[in-house]
Each structure stands twice: as structure tokens, then as C-alpha cells.
T-cell receptor, first 119, second 113 residues
């Protein structure tokens, strides 16, 4: 059973270009979360999606960032007109949509991350 | 809102010595608690979790953590570390099922021979 897959693993963009980060959740998982890890900082929540729905985007910057999780295909985190401050590691996590663990908490499984460098 | 504080940003420790990583949280509601490990240039791997029940939780790789509700703490311990335990460790909380994780700032553990 493959884990959470993210691609590309490394992405270099020049200022002003667009970055597209992809996340394929674990088989059977219908919940996807995106987190960002800025240099020398911890991980910060960005957005939580279920298939075709954004559930919580309270951590998303108001401009240039968007996310989707279509019915078919991977989840996409899109950053338009990138700036140097967007350089970070972006992690995707997935959790099961219907299986309920003890206590009702959905365990999140993380992908290897995409390291974005903006030059 | 909830927050997580990891009191030590770096912890150097000798091989085969014990280690404790401290984590305190604040929340107005009950939370679920997690410890994750991140090896260099890799994603996060779950070490252990507290959902309910026994306050002493055992995880993978010989780690354990104790939930203390009165002190709002969830400290991680290992009685004898290996070189391979060199990594960054993150404490996290979530409010409910399917909810986002709030992470602490991380603790870098450097195991010395």
C-alpha cells in the first residue's frame, strides 16, 4: 500500500512564476491537508480538503494561493506569482474519510514534501 | 484556539543516555495529542498518539509519552537513545476528528557517540 505521494520533490521557480504542487493521498483516504514549513519555523496548517470541497482554509494566505482536490486525480496546491518568501517545504497529509479510529481522531499520514525554492 | 510549546529547541544527548522532550499545550477544549519525528529532508512519521484512556502511551522505536491533564503536558521520553534517533521531533494537537494539526516549534535531537 503506497503512502502519500508528493511531486515534484524539489521545485525551483523564478519570482513571478507559478508553482503547482501535487499530492496523491493514501489509497482509501479522502481527506487531504496541506502544511507549510518555513525555514527555522515549525509546520503551519494551510488548508483542509475533502473530495471537491474545501473544509477549512483558515491557514491559507489571502492572495496568490489556492488549493483543490478534484473528484479524480491528485490534490493541487497552486501558488501564483511566487515571491522569495514562498520558499519553504510544503507537506501534504491524508487521513481516512470513513474509518474511525478509537476516540474518533483521524490519524494523518504525511508525504515526503515538496521543497520549493524561489530565485 | 489551541497552541503548543516545545520548551527546548535543541537537545544534545549521548548515545545510550535517556532523553526527554517537553511539550505543553493550551486549549479550551479536549484535544488529541501526537508526537511526530522528521528525519533530514524527509516527511513526518507518527511516533505515538494520545486519544483517550491510559495516560502512558507507547509508540514506535522505544518512545513513550505521558499525558498530564492537570499540567497540560505531553512529554516524550526514551530510556536509551541511538545515533539513528538524531532528528527533529514535533508535538502536535488536534481538536477533533478530521481537524487540522497545530504543531509546536520542534525540538532537534542530536545524539552524540
Amino acid at each position: 500500500n503506497a503512502g502519500v505521494m508528493q511531486n515534484p520533490r524539489h521545485l525551483v521557480r523564478r519570482r513571478g512564476q507559478e508553482a503547482r504542487l501535487r499530492c496523491s493521498p493514501m489509497k482509501g483516504h479522502s481527506h487531504v491537508y496541506w502544511y507549510r514549513q518555513l525555514p527555522e519555523e515549525g509546520l503551519k496548517f494551510m488548508v483542509y480538503l475533502q473530495k471537491e470541497n474545501i473544509i477549512d482554509e483558515s491557514g491559507m494566505p489571502k492572495e496568490r494561493f489556492s488549493a483543490e482536490f478534484p473528484k479524480e486525480g491528485p490534490s493541487i496546491l497552486r501558488i501564483q506569482q511566487v515571491v522569495r518568501g514562498d520558499s519553504a517545504a510544503y507537506f501534504c497529509a491524508s487521513s481516512p474519510g470513513t474509518a474511525v479510529l478509537a476516540g474518533g481522531a483521524y490519524e494523518q499520514y504525511f508525504g515526503p514534501g515538496t521543497r520549493l525554492t524561489v530565485t | 484556539a489551541q497552541s503548543v510549546t516545545q520548551l527546548d529547541s535543541q537537545v544534545p544527548v549521548f548515545e545510550e543516555a535517556p532523553v526527554e522532550l517537553r511539550c505543553n499545550y493550551s486549549s479550551s477544549v479536549s484535544v488529541y495529542l501526537f508526537w511526530y519525528v522528521q528525519y533530514p529532508n524527509q516527511g513526518l512519521q507518527l511516533l505515538l498518539k494520545y486519544l483517550s484512556g491510559s495516560t502512558l502511551v507507547k509508540g514506535i522505536n522505544g518512545f513513550e509519552a505521558e499525558f498530564n491533564k492537570s499540567q497540560t503536558s505531553f512529554h516524550l521520553r526514551k530510556p536509551s537513545v541511538h545515533i539513528s534517533d538524531t532528528a527533529e521531533y514535533f508535538c502536535a494537537v488536534s481538536k477533533a476528528a478530521g481537524n487540522k494539526l497545530t504543531f509546536g516549534g520542534g525540538t532537534r535531537v542530536l545524539v552524540k557517540p
